[in-house]
């Protein structure tokens, strides 16, 4: 059965660029043996991600991140069973915060800010949509 998990945390402290670029790294290395694919968000104050596969697989990922001392504030926004994924051939895509356009954002929230603890699981997850079709994926890394 697959499932999609749409979660949203906050970083315990500033994250360089770095260090996520090791998070999309290890997660396109391990990912795929998984049969986990999605998509992840990040600005200074605040990761969203996206994961689809198997609902064991998943369920064992999101807790796994959720205890990650490297964020806190771990919500759930959206768990829902699918019949088909949306990102069957990413290991895991990357937003380009850089590259949205503040309408767009303005479209979802209340003010031009990435701010999924301020909208509903369904907004998150429309903007993410639009995001992918508007083409501000950097990365989608092969599943």
């Known amino acids: 059965m697959l499932v999609r998990c749409l979660y949203a945390s906050r970083p315990t402290k500033p994250m360089p660029s770095y260090l996520v670029e090791e998070i999309l790294a290890q997660s396109r290395k391990n990912n795929p043996q998984k049969g986990i694919t999605g998509l992840l968000c990040f600005t200074s104050s605040v ?18 991140i959720a205890r990650d001392e ?28 850089h590259s949205i356009n503040a309408a767009l954002l303005l479209k979802y929230s209340e003010k031009a800010e990435l701010d999924p603890f301020r909208t509903s699981g369904q907004v998150t997850m429309a903007l993410l949509m639009e995001l992918v079709e508007s083409g501000a994926i950097v990365n989608r890394g092969g599943a």
């Open 47 to 64: 990761f969203v991600q996206l994961l689809e596969g198997g609902r064991d697989e998943v369920c064992e990922l999101f807790n796994k």
């Open 70 to 97: 490297r964020h806190h504030d771990v919500r759930l926004l959206v768990y829902e069973e699918i019949t088909e994924r949306c990102f069957s051939s990413w290991s895991m895509g990357q937003v380009n915060v």
